[in-house]
């Protein structure tokens, strides 16, 4: 069941949210009160969660909170991969979040994305994720490592520079738990009892039913997953996501709404800010009416529907 909403990912990464279009963020601000309000119509005791923001940067969270988003939600999150990409180490994490904390006042923080690559060895990414459990699970509502699963080769990692990043690029084809032909990596074998898991399943994504046991099999309770606001304009996308979230509906989600259409952006690229913050509203209560906690209520032929 959808026991959250986010509102989008990583909105102050450029290969997630152009604030080259939208240098202030106000007009991410705009989005995500769109979000807000129009989720609140729709079933107003859903938590909703701002999206984690990557790097880890208090006065982005105090920008924020000057437009009022910090207070329209419900809690807050971030992302850290201080193995992979982050300019600190990974015992760190506590003063991370305490700084964080500082702005947020009580709102809750979530880890929304923690992670370590096997890009250099499978140890290292199994030694992280011992590492970061300890420090994070006594401290956190919600950790949820990314990723279940490695990201196939023939496949374009979501990041705007792409091979002139380098090695650095190449880290994001191997933060899964379970390699590409779906054997466990040694990390798998000692997921940490209480760590969620955050896996984005894209449009028709042929590893849907294979991700499910694999959750089962780690014990897996809190996963957060996406719905894309750009796929919806793709032939088949509501049947695809009624049968990707009928699928999931055994756990305990957090839906990540995010990613612009081209066609409704100020450029036509699926980062850009939308001409119209009220467009993703309308996104956003479309999405928590079909698929949150009181759809699924009242719309018991769901998964059935979904299969079909």
Not at 39 to 46: A, H, K
Not at 203 to 218: F, I, Q, S
Not at 246 to 254: G, I, N, R, V
């Given at each position: 069941m959808v026991e959250a909403v986010m509102l989008w990912n990583e909105p102050n990464n450029l290969s997630h949210w152009d604030f080259k279009l939208d240098p202030d963020w106000r007009l991410f601000a705009a989005t995500a009160l769109a979000g807000?309000?129009?989720?609140?119509?729709?079933?107003?005791?859903?938590?909703?969660?701002?999206g984690g923001i990557s790097?880890?940067?208090?006065?982005?969270?105090?920008?924020?909170?000057?437009?009022?988003?910090?207070?329209?939600?419900?809690?807050?999150?971030?992302?850290?991969?201080?193995?992979?990409w982050n300019h600190w180490q990974i015992h760190e994490w506590p003063e991370k979040l305490a700084e964080i904390r500082a702005v947020a006042g009580d709102k809750p923080v979530w880890v929304s994305e923690a992670g370590v690559s096997s890009f250099g060895a499978e140890e290292v990414q199994d030694w992280g994720l011992a590492r970061t459990a300890e420090l994070l699970l006594p401290l956190v509502?919600?950790?949820?490592?990314?990723?279940?699963?490695d990201l196939p080769a023939a496949w374009t990692a979501t990041t705007r520079h792409k091979e002139a990043e380098g090695s650095a690029y190449y880290r994001h084809?191997?933060?899964?738990?379970?390699?590409?032909?779906?054997?466990?990596?040694?990390?798998?074998?000692?997921?940490?009892?209480?760590?969620?898991?955050?896996?984005?399943?894209?449009?028709?994504?042929?590893?849907?039913?294979?991700?499910?046991?694999?959750?089962?099999?780690?014990?897996?309770?809190?996963?957060?997953?996406?719905?894309?606001w750009a796929d919806r304009f793709r032939p088949g996308?509501?049947?695809?996501?009624?049968?990707?979230?009928?699928?999931?509906?055994?756990?305990?989600?957090?839906?990540?709404?995010?990613?612009?259409?081209e066609h409704l952006g100020l450029a036509p690229h699926y980062t850009s800010p939308p001409k119209d913050p009220q467009a993703f509203g309308e996104f956003a209560a479309w999405a928590v009416g079909r698929y949150g906690p009181k759809a699924r209520r009242h719309e018991p032929a769901l998964t059935e529907a979904g299969a079909a």
């Open positions: 807000v309000e129009a989720i609140r119509r729709v079933d107003p005791e859903l938590r909703i969660v701002l790097p880890i940067d208090p006065n982005f969270m105090q920008l924020l909170k000057t437009y009022g988003v910090v207070d329209a939600v419900d809690a807050v999150a971030v992302h850290g991969f201080p193995l992979d509502e919600r950790v949820h490592w990314y990723s279940l699963f084809y191997y933060m899964g738990l379970v390699r590409e032909d779906m054997s466990p990596k040694p990390a798998a074998q000692h997921f940490p009892p209480g760590m969620g898991v955050c896996q984005w399943f894209h449009y028709e994504d042929p590893r849907l039913d294979a991700g499910v046991e694999w959750l089962r099999k780690l014990g897996v309770r809190h996963l957060r997953t996406g719905i894309s996308a509501e049947q695809w996501f009624d049968r990707q979230m009928a699928a999931l509906a055994e756990f305990d989600t957090t839906m990540t709404l995010c990613f612009t259409p």
